[in-house]
T-cell receptor
Framework: NAGVTQTPKFRILKIGQSMTLQCAQDMNHNYMYWYRQDPGMGLKLIYYSVGAGITDKGEVPNGYNVSRSTTEDFPLRLELAAPSQTSVYFC????????????FGNGTRLTVT | GIQVEQSPPDLILQEGANSTLRCNFSDSVNNLQWFHQNPWGQLINLFYIPSGTKQNGRLSATTVATERYSLLYISSSQTTDSGVYFCAVVGNDKIIFGKGTRLHILP
């Protein structure tokens, strides 16, 4: 099993550009999450999904959108990139619910200039 | 909301030393996990430990839910143990991360 796979690993965007961060898991996990980690800080939840077709906002959803059309995939969309969105983005999944162990992808480092 | 505090924020040790990292939380929680973020940024799940004690090689963890804390023990530290250690709790239907303890093991 590959686990949680994120692409791309690195990306530089100009202000106002848009992009989609991809996340896929092959563990048949129901729950999927997007976090951002700013330098020297912990993780903040952007969006999460409890199953295909269901998404909900986390702590810091502004400027982002998500969709969950399949169990495996949970892409994160930035529509109008801003310098404040410069961060490392982590996708994670868990099997059944919030109480299940979290498995993280390797992250996407995004710079907006 | 639930507050999660980790201590110490930074720790520098010589290779071979032992260390104890602490995670305090402000309210009842349903779960607790410990993660290691290595110098390359990867986040690895170390322990899933809502209560009790678990051991995995040189690492062990203890959670005392009634007293609202968890401890991560690292024995005979190696340079590969360097990185940031996070605890995360589940409370009020949310997963909440602490700010982490940055551990630097000197060769």
């Amino acid at each position: 099993n590959a686990g949680v796979t994120q692409t791309p690993k690195f990306r530089i965007l100009k202000i106002g550009q848009s992009m989609t961060l991809q996340c896929a898991q092959d563990m048949n996990h129901n729950y999927m999450y997007w976090y951002r980690q700013d330098p020297g800080m912990g993780l903040k939840l952007i969006y999460y999904s409890v199953g295909a077709g269901i998404t909900d906002k986390g702590e810091v959803p502004n400027g982002y959108n998500v969709s969950r059309s399949t169990t495996e995939d949970f892409p994160l969309r930035l529509e109008l990139a801003a310098p404040s969105q410069t961060s490392v983005y982590f996708c994670a999944s868990s099997y059944a619910d919030l109480l299940s162990p979290l498995h993280f992808g390797n992250g996407t480092r995004l710079t907006v200039t | 909301g639930i507050q999660v505090e980790q201590s110490p924020p930074d720790l520098i040790l010589q290779e071979g030393a032992n260390s104890t990292l602490r995670c305090n939380f402000s309210d009842s929680v349903n779960n607790l996990q410990w993660f290691h973020q290595n110098p390359w940024g990867q986040l690895i799940n170390l322990f899933y430990i809502p209560s009790g004690t678990k051991q995995n090689g040189r690492l062990s963890a203890t959670t005392v839910a009634t007293e609202r804390y968890s401890l991560l023990y690292i024995s005979s530290s190696q340079t590969t143990d360097s990185g940031v250690y996070f605890c995360a709790v589940v409370g009020n239907d949310k997963i909440i991360f602490g700010k982490g303890t940055r551990l630097h093991i000197l060769p």
